[in-house]
């Protein structure tokens, strides 16, 4: 097993350098026909319409491709996700929509093949006086990987299709106070009916007031309020809906800042209709830094509580951090690295954390075409050891977007 494996690595690195030789030997030739159409624009627009096609192929090595604690197994895959996305500016409005695919194809492990899909489709509408609406579906048919965290009670490849519709009404009050009122639905549906009982919906309203009191930052106070619903197949199912009541503050800084993005504080309480309530201190941010135009910093945390998707009557507190940084060495050279850590505290006797690590580096041919190689490694902890794993993987691949 493990003589495959290294042998499976070393194919995996050859195939990388021959490609990256032909890539580089045909650069030269590339760049002066870029050179003869400066000033020719990486978009297909007809009018104001735009259209942004997308494809990328990635050759990936993974060297426990079940996730599994011991036997693992090893495979080289490889990812096509093409795309699409239509724009349409209308005066102070904007409508979008995309579709987006990953196909992927094991070398020893057919079965193992999957197509997920995701249609992206929205709106903004900006009327006199500050009144803004704000709405989008984002609709995914997917499947879980073997083995994962979330398919640990579930068979493999399972699939399930998701639907989110998120909306937002908003009005400016005065150069200074912004309101808003949020809604969004999600559904989750399996295709498998053995797991019908776990299907549900999730219906979540707030209500948002902004204050900027300095030039590119507000504070913020809001309420949230929702609903998960599982799908109730008889009377007697175990299924245990919940309602969450969350009051938060924070700050929100301008998009046009050095510093992006917003850091929200709270309460949360779930009621549940059989198990325990729970209520906890929840926080979450997201902020970019941009100190120069080379560099891009960026941090995100958060803790919450969140539902399962393998079982009705358990829940889990999620405790993230992610940090990582993107550096332009040149105007084509680039690299980056991140580092997420997450902890989920179930309300039985699991626990698991995680850590993952992703390092890229990548060379623009033009501002639409890139090749990039990259590192990925997860290592899962958990205090059910058919949950433990480590996973790493190499890729190699290049992406075309317009």
């Known amino acids: 097993m493990k003589a495959d494996k290294r042998r499976g690595v070393l194919s995996f690195i050859f195939f990388c350098f021959i490609i990256i030789a032909l890539i580089f030997s045909f650069s030269s030739s590339a760049l002066a026909q870029q050179r003869e159409r400066a000033g020719e624009e990486p978009r297909i627009k007809i009018g104001a319409f735009e259209i942004h096609p997308s494809l990328e192929v990635e050759q990936v090595y993974d060297d426990n491709i ?30 979008d929509l995309g579709y987006f695919a990953e196909l992927s194809v094991f070398s020893d492990n057919s079965q193992e093949n999957y197509q997920n899909q995701t249609l992206n489709a929205g709106g903004n509408l900006n009327f006199p006086g500050g009144l ?14 073997s083995s994962s965290a979330e398919q640990s009670d579930l068979d493999p490849r399972t699939r399930k299709k998701m639907n989110t519709v998120l909306s937002t009404l908003g009005y400016k009050l005065g150069e200074k106070s912004t309101a808003e009122l949020g809604f969004s639905y999600y559904t989750l549906d399996y295709e498998d009916t053995n797991y019908d009982n776990l299907d549900r919906s999730e219906v979540t309203g707030r209500g948002t007031y902004f204050y900027k009191f300095w030039p590119k930052a507000s504070i913020l106070f809001e309420f949230v309020h929702s609903s998960n619903m599982f799908d109730q197949l008889a009377k ?14 924070g ?71 992610s940090v990582g940084a993107t550096h332009k060495f ?19 006797n699991r626990e698991d954390e995680n850590t993952v690590e992703v390092v890229e580096a990548g060379y623009y041919f033009k501002e639409w075409l890139r090749v990039f190689v990259k590192y990925e490694r997860q290592d899962l902890d958990s205090t059910i050891d058919l949950n433990d794993y480590e996973d790493n993987r190499v890729s190699f691949g290049i992406a075309m977007t317009y």
């Open 66 to 95: 079940f996730l599994e604690s011991t036997n693992e197994q090893h495979d080289l895959i490889t990812l096509t996700r093409p795309g699409i996305q239509f724009f349409l500016p209308i005066r102070d409005h904007s409508l």
């Open 132 to 145: 803004y609406f704000e709405v989008r579906d984002i609709y995914r048919d997917t499947t879980d990987p």
């Open 236 to 249: 007697t199912d175990p299924q245990d809906d919940s309602k969450a009541y969350e009051i938060n503050t």
């Open 251 to 321: 700050l929100r800084f301008d998009p046009d800042a050095k510093l992006r993005g917003d850091v929200r504080v709270g309460y949360e309480r779930r009621d549940f209709e059989t198990i325990d309530d729970d209520d906890n201190l929840v926080f979450s941010a997201g902020l970019t830094w941009l100190p120069t135009p080379k560099f891009t910093g960026r941090i995100s945390f958060s803790r919450s509580i969140e539902n399962s998707e393998s079982s009705t009557d358990e829940f889990y507190r999620h405790n993230q951090v």
């Open 330 to 348: 040149t105007d084509k050279l680039y690299g980056s690295i991140d580092f997420t850590y997450y902890k989920d505290d179930y309300n039985t």
